[in-house]
C-alpha cells in the first residue's frame, strides 16, 4: 500500500516555528517531485512549497517565501518542510504530495497524505 504519512504538526504561538516531515512508504517514489500544500477553515486547499527529485529545484507560495523550507532526504523516503516566523494565517491542515512534474497544480499530484494540523496563536 502506497502511503505518505505526516507529522510534526502541533500549536504554537505566533513567530515560532515548526518542521513538518513526510515518510513514503509502500514505494520509492524515485522520479516524483514531493510538495505541500495547506487547506484552512473554510478555504480551498493551497499550494505551499515543492521540491523536485533531485532537491535542486524549489518553489515556494508568495505567501510563504523566506519564512518555509522544503528539503528531502531520498535514502530515507522523506520531505520535510521548516516552518519559521510563524503567523495565525498560517494555521491549516498541512498536505504532503506527489507528483511526476513540479507544479503548484494540485491536479497533478498522484499521492496525497492524510494531513497534519498547525495551529499559530496570536
Known amino acids: 500500500q502506497v502511503q505518505l504519512v505526516e507529522s510534526g504538526g502541533g500549536l504554537v504561538q505566533a513567530g515560532g516555528s515548526l518542521r513538518l516531515s513526510c515518510a513514503a512508504s509502500?514505494?520509492?517514489?524515485?522520479?516524483?517531485?514531493k510538495a505541500w500544500f495547506r487547506q484552512a477553515p473554510g478555504k480551498e486547499r493551497e499550494f505551499v512549497a515543492v521540491?523536485?527529485?533531485?532537491?535542486?529545484?524549489?518553489y515556494y507560495a508568495d505567501s510563504v517565501k523566506g519564512r518555509f523550507t522544503i528539503s528531502r532526504d531520498n535514502v530515507k523516503h522523506m520531505v520535510d518542510l521548516q516552518m519559521n516566523s510563524l503567523k495565525p494565517e498560517d494555521t491549516a491542515v498541512y498536505y504532503c504530495?506527489?507528483?511526476?512534474?513540479?507544479?503548484?497544480?494540485?491536479?497533478?499530484?498522484?499521492?496525497w497524505g492524510q494531513g497534519t494540523q498547525v495551529t499559530v496563536s496570536s
Open positions: 504530495a506527489a507528483a511526476l512534474v513540479i507544479t503548484p497544480d494540485e491536479d497533478r499530484y498522484d499521492y
Open positions: 521540491i523536485s527529485w533531485s532537491g535542486n529545484s524549489t
Open positions: 509502500g514505494r520509492t517514489f524515485n522520479g516524483y517531485a
